[in-house]
C-alpha cells in the first residue's frame, strides 16, 4: 500500500484509476533530438508517469552508442537530426546491430508530413510515429497502447530472439486457438517466424490460411516471397500483382516484384516496376541501388545516373551507404561519354572512405579496378585489382559470389589468368551444382581463350567436392560422428553456400546429439547450416527432414 501511495504522489491527479496506477518506473528511456528545448520537455513529460531512467542525446551517433551500450525499453526519435544520420537510419541500423530487442518500443517524431517522409517512415515500421506537437496525454496513450501489445507477445519475442523459431510459431498457435485478440498479427508473427526459420513450404502453407480467411495484403506479399524463395517465379508474380491491386501503394510488394520479374528474365518490367516504387517512396536506400542497377544493364544511363546519385546522398550517414554505389555512377557516366565526371567520382569516393575499414576498402578496390579498366588506364586497374586480390587472401569469406566473379573477369582482362582462375574455382567451389554459374565460369574461361583449362578446372572443383562430401558421409556411417561434424563444420565455413555440404553438416550435428543428447550450441550450428541454403531447398526431401528433426530437438530442448 506504501508502495501505491509512492507511485500516486508522482502522477497526475485527474484521470481515471487506470491512469494513475500506469508508471514509467524502471524503464530504460532513450531521448534523441537535436533541439535542447524538445529533449527537456519529453523529459519532463516522461518524468510526470515515474520515469527515472532517461538518457537524452542531440544526433543519431550519439544514439546508437548508448543503444549499444545499454539497450533501451523505450525510444523517442526525432525524424530530423540536423548533420549526420536522421531517425529512419537510425532505426535500420539499430536494428542491423541488433540493439533493438522485440520487447523495446521505437517511436519516430516528426514535424514533418511530406509523402515521401510519410512513406519511408512507414516502410521501416517504428512501433509508432508521433507528429509534432503532441500533448502529454497522447504520448501516454500511444505509450501505454504499445507496451500492453509488446507485454502480450513477450514470450513469442523472447522465442525469435533466442532464435527458437518453431517455439515462436506453437506459442502463436496456442494464442489462436483460444481467440486471442491479435489474432491476425499472431498469423502474421508466425508467418515471419517460418520465414526466418527458411521453411518457405511452411510459409506457403500459412499464408494461404490467412488469405482463405480474409484477404490481406501482407498475407499475399508473404505468400509472394515463399513462392519467389521456391524459385517458383511465374506463380510469385501472379500473387504480388494481385497484392499491388489489393492495395497500390503497396511498395514492398513492388520490390519483391521487381526481384522476381529479375529472375524470370523480365529486365525492362523489373526496371519500370522499380520506378514505379521509387515514385512512391524514394528514400528507400536499398531500393535506388536495385533501380540503379537495374537499369544501367538495361542501358537506361540517366535512370542510373539519378538512381545512383540519389542512393550516394541517402547513404552518406546510412549503414547501407557502400563504394559499390560510386562504382554504378561512374559506370554510368563512362557510358554517357562523361569520363572524365566518372574519374571525378572515384576520387570522391576515396576522400568518403579514406578511413574505411578492410570490406569498405575491398569494396574500394573492386570498383576502382573495374572502372580505372573501363577508362582504359591499366596501371591503375592492375594497382587495384592486386590490392583487391591481397585483401581476399586475408579474408577469402569477403567476396560475394558475383564480386568474386566481377573480379576474375577484370584480372582475366588484364591477362593475369592466375588471380582469374582461382577467383573462379573459388565460386565453383561453392555453386558446384548450380549449372548457371558453370554455363557464365565456362563462358569467362573461353572468352579469356582458355576454354579447355575451364572444363578442366570445374572437373577437377566438382571431383573434389564429391569426395568431400563423400569423406564427411563416410566418417558419419562409421560412427566418427565428431570427426565428420568438424569436416563437413570447416568446408561448409569455407563453402558457405554450398547446398550438399551445408546439408551433410547439418544431418551429422542432428545425429551427434542423437548420440550424444542434445544442447543448444549445437542445434544453433544445425539451424544456421540449413538457413544457408537457398530458397530451392524448401521442396528438398532431405531438407524436409532435417528441418523437421531440427524442430524436434528444439522441441525438446524447450521442454527440458
Given at each position: 500500500m ?8 508522482k502522477?497526475p ?6 491512469e ?6 524502471g ?6 533530438d ?6 527537456t ?5 516522461l518524468?510526470s508517469?515515474g ?34 544520420k536522421?531517425g ?13 530487442p522485440?520487447?523495446?518500443i ?12 510519410v ?20 504520448l ?6 504499445l ?61 494461404r ?11 499475399q506479399?508473404?505468400l ?12 510469385a ?21 521487381a ?5 524470370l528474365?523480365q ?8 520506378l514505379?516504387?521509387?515514385?512512391l517512396s ?29 542512393a550516394?546522398?541517402e547513404g552518406?550517414s ?19 561519354g ?11 569516393m576515396?576522400r568518403?572512405y ?31 585489382t592486386?590490392k ?8 577469402p569469406?569477403?567476396?560475394s559470389?558475383?564480386?568474386a ?6 584480372c582475366?582482362?588484364l591477362?593475369d589468368t ?10 565453383v567451389?561453392a ?5 548457371t554459374?558453370l554455363s557464365?565460369?565456362?563462358e569467362m ?16 572443383e ?8 563423400n569423406?564427411g ?10 570427426e ?5 563444420l570447416?568446408a561448409?565455413?569455407?563453402?558457405p553456400d554450398n ?12 545425429m551427434?546429439?542423437?548420440r550424444?543428447?542434445?544442447?543448444w ?14 530458397g530451392?531447398?524448401s ?9 523437421a528433426?531440427?524442430?524436434a ?5 524447450d521442454?527440458?
Amino acid at each position: 500500500m506504501n508502495r501505491l501511495l509512492e507511485l500516486s504522489r508522482k502522477l497526475p491527479v485527474s484521470g481515471s484509476r487506470n491512469e494513475q496506477l500506469w508508471t514509467l518506473e524502471g524503464q530504460r528511456i532513450l531521448i534523441v533530438d537535436d533541439f535542447a528545448q524538445v529533449r527537456t520537455m519529453l523529459r519532463e513529460m516522461l518524468v510526470s508517469y515515474g520515469a527515472t531512467d532517461i538518457v537524452s542525446v542531440k544526433n543519431g551517433e550519439d544514439a546508437l552508442e548508448a543503444m549499444s551500450r545499454q539497450k533501451p525499453d523505450i525510444v523517442l526519435c526525432d525524424y530530423n537530426l540536423g548533420e549526420g544520420k536522421d531517425g529512419q537510419q537510425v532505426l535500420e541500423e539499430a536494428r542491423e546491430h541488433d540493439f533493438l530487442p522485440h520487447s523495446s518500443i521505437f517511436i519516430l517524431v516528426t514535424a514533418e508530413n511530406t509523402l515521401s517522409m510519410v512513406m519511408g517512415v512507414v516502410e521501416h515500421e517504428p512501433d509508432a510515429y508521433l507528429t509534432k506537437p503532441f500533448t502529454r496525454v497522447v504520448l501516454q496513450n500511444r505509450l501505454r497502447r504499445l507496451q500492453e501489445k509488446k507485454t502480450h507477445f513477450s514470450a513469442i519475442a523472447r522465442a525469435i530472439e533466442r532464435r527458437e523459431y518453431f517455439r515462436a510459431c506453437q506459442l502463436c498457435d496456442t494464442a489462436i486457438a483460444r481467440g486471442d485478440r491479435y489474432s491476425f498479427e499472431l498469423m502474421r508473427i508466425k508467418g515471419d517466424a517460418l520465414e526466418r526459420a527458411s521453411d518457405h513450404l511452411a510459409a506457403e502453407a500459412h499464408f494461404r490460411q490467412v488469405l482463405e480467411q480474409r484477404e490481406l495484403p501482407w498475407a499475399q506479399l508473404g505468400l509472394g516471397r515463399a513462392l519467389f524463395h521456391q524459385q517458383r517465379y511465374a506463380q510469385a508474380q501472379e500473387v504480388l500483382e494481385q497484392a499491388i491491386e489489393m492495395k497500390e501503394n503497396f511498395v514492398a510488394a513492388y520490390d519483391w516484384l521487381a526481384r522476381v520479374q529479375a529472375a524470370l528474365g523480365q529486365n525492362a518490367q523489373s526496371e519500370a516496376t522499380l520506378l514505379k516504387a521509387v515514385e512512391l517512396s524514394p528514400k528507400n536506400l536499398r531500393r535506388q541501388k536495385a533501380l540503379g542497377a537495374a537499369a544501367l544493364s538495361n542501358g537506361h544511363l540517366e535512370v542510373a545516373e539519378h538512381a545512383f546519385k540519389t542512393a550516394i546522398r541517402e547513404g552518406r550517414s546510412s549503414i547501407f551507404g557502400s563504394p559499390s554505389d560510386y562504382g554504378g555512377l561512374a559506370q554510368a557516366q563512362i557510358g554517357m561519354g562523361s569520363e572524365e565526371e566518372a574519374g571525378k567520382v572515384l576520387e570522391r569516393m576515396q576522400r568518403v572512405y579514406s578511413d574505411a575499414d578492410d570490406a569498405a576498402q575491398l569494396q574500394m578496390a573492386l570498383v576502382e579496378g573495374q572502372v580505372q579498366g573501363q577508362l582504359g588506364n591499366e596501371e591503375a586497374s592492375r594497382a587495384a585489382t592486386q590490392k583487391a586480390l591481397a585483401l581476399v587472401e586475408n579474408n577469402p569469406g569477403a567476396l560475394s559470389r558475383e564480386e568474386a566473379m566481377n573480379l576474375a573477369q577484370t584480372c582475366f582482362s588484364l591477362g593475369d589468368t592466375e588471380a582469374g582462375t582461382s577467383l573462379v574455382q573459388h565460386v565453383v567451389r561453392a555453386n558446384h551444382e548450380d549449372e548457371t554459374m558453370l554455363s557464365r565460369a565456362r563462358e569467362m574461361f573461353a572468352q579469356a581463350g582458355l576454354a579447355e583449362q575451364g572444363e578442366s578446372v570445374i572437373a577437377d572443383e566438382r571431383k573434389a567436392l564429391i569426395k568431400l562430401n563423400n569423406d564427411g558421409v563416410a566418417l558419419a556411417k562409421q560412427g566418427q560422428i565428431k570427426e565428420s561434424v568438424s569436416l563437413l563444420l570447416k568446408a561448409a565455413q569455407a563453402m558457405p553456400d554450398n547446398v550438399a555440404i551445408n546439408l551433410n553438416a547439418a544431418q551429422s550435428l542432428l545425429m551427434l546429439m542423437r548420440r550424444d543428447g542434445a544442447n543448444w550450441r549445437l542445434l544453433r550450428q544445425a539451424q544456421e547450416r540449413l538457413q544457408r541454403l537457398s530458397g530451392a531447398a524448401s521442396s528438398n526431401e532431405r531438407y524436409r527432414k532435417l528441418l523437421a528433426m531440427a524442430q524436434a530437438v528444439e522441441q525438446s530442448l524447450d521442454h527440458a
